[in-house]
């Protein structure tokens, strides 16, 4: 069974940091993409970050510079390095999984969800961020 469980969310002020953590399990596939996508009250999904098995990233262009994805393999772990957190980047954030076939690549965009094969997403996180 898979699982991906994020933890870390919280309130910060503008221009403070965040450090998000993903536990993943169950999820076997030699080739994969794993990343973060956040939803705010009203709006639509949106991209955020990603990274691949073999440790190559993307970033969506509103986080770039600020954020930072990075994975622990031994550990089963994937972190999203928040800093200059800004009020836009006020929304939950969610920890999302996919299988890469050898057509795909993993990026942010198809990290949301239904963009890859063997797609799970955790729960989410709430990060807050005031003015």
């Known amino acids: 069974q898979v699982q991906l469980v994020e933890s870390g969310g919280g309130s910060v002020q503008s221009g403070g940091s965040l450090r998000l953590s993903c536990a993943a399990s169950?999820?076997?596939?030699?080739?994969?993409?794993i990343g973060w996508f956040r939803q705010a009250p009203g709006k639509e999904r949106e991209e955020v970050a990603a990274?691949?098995?073999?440790?190559?990233?993307s970033y969506a262009d509103s986080v770039k510079g600020r954020f930072t994805i990075s994975q622990d393999n031994a550990k089963n772990m994937m972190y999203l390095q928040m800093n200059s957190l800004e009020p836009e980047d006020t929304a939950m954030y969610y920890c999302?999984?996919?299988?890469?076939?050898?057509?795909?690549?993993?990026?942010?965009?198809?990290?949301?969800?239904?963009?890859?094969?063997?797609?799970?997403w955790g729960q989410g996180t709430q990060v807050t961020v005031s003015s």
């Open positions: 990274i691949d098995n073999d440790g190559i990233t």
């Open positions: 999302a999984a996919g299988k890469l076939t050898q057509e795909d690549y993993c990026t942010s965009t198809n990290i949301l969800p239904g963009g890859l094969e063997a797609n799970y």
């Open positions: 169950g999820y076997t596939y030699s080739r994969y993409c």
